[in-house]
């Protein structure tokens, strides 16, 4: 006699254009539908022997539930998505005019600190990160240790975050 499983294989191979009609109706595509009618056959080859009294609506059950799991999965991540991007990125052109006023005159301050900064800290700062000179490079160029142009950098930085925060 054979088993559940084999008989639900058995049942799936010939209900197959069914069930795809069925889950496709439940994803909205034929691609999610296939998808999920693999992970039925998946799921059948687990099954252990039960009592089961009509196997084709077992089945088609099977297919629907996994279906509508499916679909909750990826509107779940669809949320997830569009929550990360707003957080990365934020709303597109939401920034309202003074945040944009503040961000200008944070800028200001940054850029006025930085030209007042002492040499060759600011040269070292605008060529590392205005012209994407390498560390080495600098310190090569100055006759200096990599330490050196790092101890530079950290000091420029500190400076520039001052006057950034500075209102």
Same mark, same amino acid.
């Not at 109706?25 to 296939?34: D, K, N, P, Q």
């Not at 700062?125 to 330490?147: H, P, Q």
């Given at each position: 006699?054979?088993?559940l499983a084999?008989?639900?294989?058995?049942?799936?191979v010939s209900e197959?254009?069914?069930?795809?009609?069925?889950t496709?109706?439940?994803?909205?595509?034929?691609?999610a539908?296939e998808?999920?009618v693999?992970?039925?056959?998946?799921k059948?080859?687990?099954?252990? +022997? &039960?009592?089961?009294?009509? =196997?084709?609506a077992?089945?088609?059950r099977l297919?629907? #539930?996994?279906a509508? @799991?499916? $679909?909750?999965?990826e509107?779940?991540?669809?949320?997830?998505?569009?929550r990360?991007?707003?957080y990365?990125?934020?709303?597109?052109?939401?920034?309202?005019?003074?945040?944009s006023v503040?961000?200008?005159?944070?800028l200001?301050?940054?850029l +006025? &600190?930085?030209?007042?900064? =002492?040499d060759?800290?600011?040269?070292?700062f605008?060529? #590392?990160?205005f012209? @994407?000179k $390498?560390?080495?490079?600098?310190?090569a160029?100055?006759?200096?240790?990599?330490?050196?142009?790092e101890?530079?950098?950290?000091?420029?930085?500190a400076?520039?975050?001052?006057?950034?925060?500075?209102?």
């Amino acid at each position: 006699m054979p088993s559940l499983a084999q008989s639900l294989t058995a049942l799936l191979v010939s209900e197959h254009a069914a069930l795809l009609r069925r889950t496709t109706r439940i994803v909205g595509s034929l691609t999610a539908a296939e998808d999920v009618v693999q992970r039925l056959w998946l799921k059948v080859q687990q099954i252990e +022997d &039960a009592a089961v009294r009509n =196997p084709r609506a077992y089945l088609f059950r099977l297919a629907s #539930n996994l279906a509508i @799991d499916h $679909r909750r999965a990826e509107a779940a991540r669809q949320r997830i998505q569009a929550r990360a991007e707003t957080y990365l990125w934020g709303p597109i052109g939401a920034a309202s005019a003074e945040a944009s006023v503040i961000d200008r005159q944070a800028l200001a301050r940054v850029l +006025d &600190a930085l030209e007042v900064l =002492p040499d060759p800290g600011r040269t070292m700062f605008r060529l #590392n990160r205005f012209e @994407d000179k $390498r560390i080495v490079d600098i310190a090569a160029l100055y006759g200096v240790s990599t330490t050196t142009v790092e101890n530079h950098l950290r000091r420029v930085l500190a400076q520039l975050r001052i006057a950034r925060e500075t209102s």
